[in-house]
Nanobody, 121 residues
Framework: VQLQASGGGLVQAGASLRLSCAAS????????VGWFRQAPGKEREFVGF???????YYADSAKGRFTISRGNAKNTAYLQMDSLKPDDTAVYYC????????????????WGRGTQVTVSS
């Protein structure tokens, strides 16, 4: 499975961005698409995930501001980020996996190259 995240950029606080994650290869082997982020000098942090049926779960930092969805083709996932804050600045990664609890890096076998999101104050 190959993953590619895109859609990052430089925005001002309060703005919105939508990140995309395109999967190719044996996508049938993975049930969950997760989003993580990593700020400079910090560990990779869970943002949220979406299951094949569309069920979602978010980190507290993302609840109410971020929304994960799947595209009609099912091999694309999105991370809609609203009301962005400077603290959201990080490289964002999408990942695919099938091991609980889906909130940790270890749950995922496949990772895309990240996309940089920078939020200015």
């Amino acid at each position: 499975v190959q993953l590619q995240a895109s859609g990052g950029g430089l925005v001002q606080a309060g703005a919105s961005l939508r990140l995309s994650c395109a999967a190719s290869g044996r996508t049938s082997t993975t049930a969950i698409v997760g989003w993580f982020r990593q700020a400079p000098g910090k560990e990779r942090e869970f943002v949220g995930f979406i299951g094949r049926s569309g069920g979602t779960y978010y980190a507290d930092s993302a609840k109410g501001r971020f929304t994960i969805s799947r595209g009609n083709a099912k091999n694309t996932a999105y991370l809609q980020m609203d009301s962005l804050k400077p603290d959201d600045t990080a490289v964002y990664y999408c990942a695919a996996g099938s091991r609980v609890p889906f909130t940790t890096v270890q749950s995922y076998d496949y990772w895309g190259r990240g996309t940089q999101v920078t939020v200015s104050s």
